[in-house]
């Protein structure tokens, strides 16, 4: 199964915590902040106001608090509007 994103929606994948910070602090899993870089998975048609700006493969930084977290197949995504979209990185 796989998810096919509607309009100006895309499905990101997040990118895994930093286990351990840059001093070797090992962190629990509550005490590790929730990466905000994710990698595109799909991305929507776009809309006749919104124009497709990312594509599948980009690396992308989006908003802290934005999407709608997914589970499908045991594996987790987060489909979020373009808008949401902060930076493609390069």
Do not use: C, F, N, W
């Given at each position: 199964?796989?998810?096919?994103?509607?309009?100006?929606?895309?499905?990101?994948?997040?990118?895994?915590?930093?286990?351990?910070?840059?001093?070797?602090?090992?962190?629990?899993?509550?005490?590790?902040?929730?990466?905000?870089?994710?990698?595109?998975?799909?991305?929507?048609p776009?809309?006749?106001?919104?124009?497709?700006?990312?594509?599948?493969?980009?690396a992308?930084?989006?908003?802290?608090?934005?999407?709608?977290?997914?589970?499908?197949?045991?594996?987790?995504?987060?489909?979020?509007?373009?808008?949401?979209i902060?930076?493609?990185?390069?």
């Open positions: 199964m796989k998810l096919v994103p509607l309009g100006d929606r895309v499905v990101l994948k997040q990118l895994e915590a930093e286990e351990t910070t840059k001093s070797g602090i090992v962190l629990p899993g509550q005490a590790q902040e929730r990466p905000q870089q994710a990698k595109v998975i799909a991305v929507g776009g809309t006749e106001e919104v124009k497709m700006e990312v594509k599948a493969g980009d992308v930084i989006y908003s802290k608090y934005a999407g709608t977290e997914v589970k499908l197949d045991g594996e987790e995504y987060i489909v979020i509007k373009q808008a949401d902060l930076a493609i990185v390069e």
